[in-house]
């Protein structure tokens, strides 16, 4: 059974950071690529970074592009999500996804085949 479970959301202040992990279970995962999306109350899930299961290339939205940055281990079977400079905006329930096609991870989130339950951050102003 394949598990995706994320960690390290809470509250922080605008300006602060805050560092997502999610440890991956009952998959090869360093065939897997990996992503964060979020998703803000009464908004869509959205995209937010992708990471190729070999480690060679990374995606950001643009919204977060400069500020986020996407990495993994793979001994540890743990993608990370490295958050500085944060903003109310960023707000969301965040989300770990695997697929093994880095593709369907940025552009058919509909397809993916596993996601994670979600952490919650919260950024106050």
């Known amino acids: 059974q394949v598990q995706l479970v994320e960690s390290g959301g809470g509250l922080v202040q605008a300006g602060g950071s805050l560092r997502l992990s999610c440890a991956a279970s009952g998959l090869t995962f360093s065939r897997y690529g990996m992503a964060w999306f979020r998703q803000a109350p009464g908004k869509e899930r959205e995209f937010v970074a992708a990471i190729t299961w070999s480690d060679d290339n990374t995606a950001y939205a643009d919204s977060v592009k400069g500020r986020f940055t996407i990495s993994r281990d793979n001994a540890k079977n743990t993608v990370y999500l490295q958050m500085n400079s944060l903003k109310p905006e960023d707000t969301a329930v965040y989300y770990c996804?695997?697929?093994?096609?880095?593709?369907?991870?940025?552009?058919?989130?509909?397809?993916?085949?596993?996601w994670g339950q979600g952490t919650q951050v919260t950024v106050s102003s």
């Open positions: 996804a695997a697929d093994p096609n880095s593709t369907v991870l940025r552009t058919r989130p509909q397809r993916v085949d596993y």
